[in-house]
Nanobody, 123 residues
């Protein structure tokens, strides 16, 4: 069983930054592709960023490219999401998720989920 715990969310002003963390316990962390998703009230959960277990490559939603950076520390079983130049539309609950195989954009492809951390960006 894999368990994921996010942290690092908060309330920031437009243009601010946060560093979200996801601690992963259970089976070998390095065997999982990790993704970050977000969900705003009334909206579906959407892909934000991913890092592949296969080749270490990363992928981002167009809306966050150049502002968000995903990284992982396999020695510490951690995955991070550095979020910069935040906008009010970035507000939502941010979730990390894990799956085997390549990065995919659909939440249904991910087997394990954390409880989420709230990010609120004020204008």
């Amino acid at each position: 069983q894999v368990q994921l715990v996010e942290s690092g969310g908060g309330l920031v002003q437009t243009g601010g930054s946060l560093r979200l963390s996801c601690a992963v316990s259970g089976r070998s962390f390095s065997t999982y592709t990790m993704g970050w998703f977000r969900q705003a009230p009334g909206n579906e959960r959407e892909f934000v960023a991913g890092t592949s277990r296969i080749d270490g490559s990363t992928d981002y939603a167009d809306s966050v490219k150049g502002r968000f950076t995903i990284s992982r520390d396999n020695a510490k079983n951690l995955v991070y999401l550095q979020v910069n130049s935040l906008k009010p539309e970035d507000t939502g609950v941010y979730y990390c998720a894990a799956r085997s195989g390549a990065i995919l954009y659909g939440p249904a492809h991910y087997n394990y989920w954390g409880q989420g951390t709230q990010v609120t960006v004020s204008s």
